[in-house]
């Protein structure tokens, strides 16, 4: 079995230290969880600090600050990625009519900007990882990923009228192109999964560097379990990390990669536990 994608504990050296947003929803938690199997101290920003599983509250390598990133200072998120080699974000509108159409319409956009300016400010003497999970709704356009009419026309209307769809597209144009490549302080990936789902124990996945099937009319699954693993090793693991930094994979569950769709997607990572 081959195992390309998961968390790996540090080579050598100290333990690494990690900050994770979103690690109260159902993938944060499992990244928190991924990444503490390593043997890493994860610092963790949350609304209510009840919102993380008892486990995770009562290791004693997580750090816990309460407050909403929107709200926290620049200098005060410099400070809790003071340290940090690598972050991530699995922020997403809650699932209501307010999270999805009321305010804050830029939740994960507005976050990724302050990550960004933080990571900055706390000037790292090497490049920070930037792992930021996204949708496989959302388009690389450093790659020619190709669309029907029928696609474009859906997305074109999705984009209008389903705020989180905009905010993730967004959020990943501020590392695609306000980042870019090549910046001294930032590197990042951005992870696009297919529809979510969760799933207990063992399961294989692969990623590929674009979809490999619709989003829209033939869409795939991911469980929520296997992006984490796969976030996890992107955090910690130099050569997930040197495969797919700048880009942005899509993750599939084995089984859901290939169906219909010729697609550009070529598998580079396989990964199971
Ligand atoms: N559903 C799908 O099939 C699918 C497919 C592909 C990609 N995605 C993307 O995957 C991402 C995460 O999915 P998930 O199911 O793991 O998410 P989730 O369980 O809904 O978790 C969302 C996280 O965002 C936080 N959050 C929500 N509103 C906030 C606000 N106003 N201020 C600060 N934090 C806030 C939540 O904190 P609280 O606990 O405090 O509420 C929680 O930690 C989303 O970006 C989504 O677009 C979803």
Not at 5 to 12: D, L, M, T
Not at 125 to 131: E, G, I, L, T
Request: net charge positive.
């Amino acid at each position: 079995m081959e195992r390309g994608g998961g968390a790996r504990p540090p080579s050598g050296g100290n333990p690494a230290t990690f900050l994770v947003v979103g690690a109260t929803g159902a993938t944060g938690r499992l990244l928190v969880a991924e990444l503490l199997a390593t043997g890493a101290t994860v610092r963790t920003l949350v609304r209510r600090a009840e919102g993380l599983p008892e486990a995770l509250r009562r290791s004693s390598r997580v750090e816990l600050t309460e407050g909403s990133i929107l709200d926290l200072g620049e200098a005060d998120l410099a400070r809790l990625l003071q340290g940090c080699g690598a972050a991530a974000s699995c922020l997403g509108h809650t699932l209501s009519l307010r999270g999805v159409f009321g305010p804050p319409r830029r939740l994960v956009t507005e976050s990724v900007r302050r990550i960004c300016g933080a990571i900055r400010a706390s000037r790292p003497s090497s490049p920070v990882r930037f792992v930021l999970m996204n949708t496989a709704g959302n388009a690389n356009r450093d790659l020619k990923e190709p669309r029907t009419p029928g696609e474009r026309l859906a997305l074109a209307l999705i984009r209008r009228f389903v705020p989180p769809h905009a905010d993730n597209e967004e959020a990943s144009e501020v590392l695609r192109t306000g980042v870019g490549q090549g910046d001294p302080a930032i590197e990042w990936a951005v992870v696009r999964p297919d529809t979510l789902v969760d799933t207990s124990g063992a399961a294989r996945w692969a990623a590929h560097a674009s979809p490999v099937r619709s989003p829209l009319f033939d869409a795939g699954r991911t469980s929520r379990l296997n992006v984490a693993r796969f976030m996890a090793g992107l955090m910690t693991d130099d050569a997930t990390w040197s495969r797919w930094k700048g880009r942005m994979p899509v993750v599939y569950d084995e089984g859901w990669g290939a169906r219909s769709a010729p697609g550009s997607g070529e598998v580079r990572e396989r990964g199971a536990r």
